[in-house]
Structures are given as C-alpha cells and as structure tokens.
C-alpha cells in the first residue's frame, strides 16, 4: 500500500515560521498532483496549495505571498514552506499525493494523517 507522512507542524507566534514535510512511501511508480489542504475546527477542509508534477503550483489566495509549496520527486516529497503566519493559519494540514502504483493503473488519491499547526497571537 501507500503511506503519506506529515513531519513539521507545530506551535508558532504570529510572523513566524513552519515548514511542513510529507513523504510518501510504499509501492509507489509515481505520483501526479500533490498538495496541502487544512481544517480548522468548525469549518470545511480547504485547500491550501498544491503542484503538478513537473512543478507547476497553485494557491489559496489567503496564502499567496507568504506560503510556498515544492516537491523533490526523487524522495517522492512534498514541502510547504509557510512564512509570516497568521492566527487564522490554525488548522490541523493534510497533505495529499495522486499515486500511480504502476505503470498500468490509474492514479489514486492518497492523504496523510494531518499535523497541527497552531499560531498564537
């Protein structure tokens, strides 16, 4: 099977920063999109940002500016490096990985198992 792994939240003053990991591990061929979502209590999951591939991004526009995401295909990991946070940052973040497992299947969406990452204010 397939495991994503969150490394990296944390608690963090407002400015600060965090960078959040996840590596994905198991019978992998290759992964597509990749991407991180949050959800804070008592709202929806939302996503946050995400890259192709070949490293094309997108971002939620709360984000833009201060978050940046990156993928190192070769250890099958995704980044995301989050600057100048903000109280309303906190959220427990999921990241995500679309896994062909071979070459003959279609991907599959596969989700880690969340971190936490908490701004104080």
């Known amino acids: 099977q397939v495991q994503l792994v969150e490394s990296g939240g944390g608690l963090v003053q407002a400015g600060g920063s965090l960078r959040l990991s996840c590596a994905a591990s198991?019978?992998?061929?290759?992964?597509?999109?990749m991407g991180w979502y949050r959800q804070a209590p008592g709202k929806q999951r939302e996503l946050v940002a995400a890259?192709?591939?070949?490293?094309?991004?997108n971002y939620a526009d709360s984000v833009k500016g201060r978050f940046t995401i990156s993928r190192d295909n070769a250890k099958n990991t995704v980044y995301l490096q989050m600057n100048s946070l903000k109280p309303e940052d906190t959220a427990v973040y999921y990241c995500n990985g679309d896994v062909k497992r071979t070459v003959l299947l279609s991907p599959e969406r596969y989700w880690g198992q969340g971190t936490q990452v908490t701004v104080s204010s």
């Open positions: 198991g019978r992998i061929f290759s992964i597509n999109a």
């Open positions: 890259i192709s591939s070949g490293g094309t991004t």
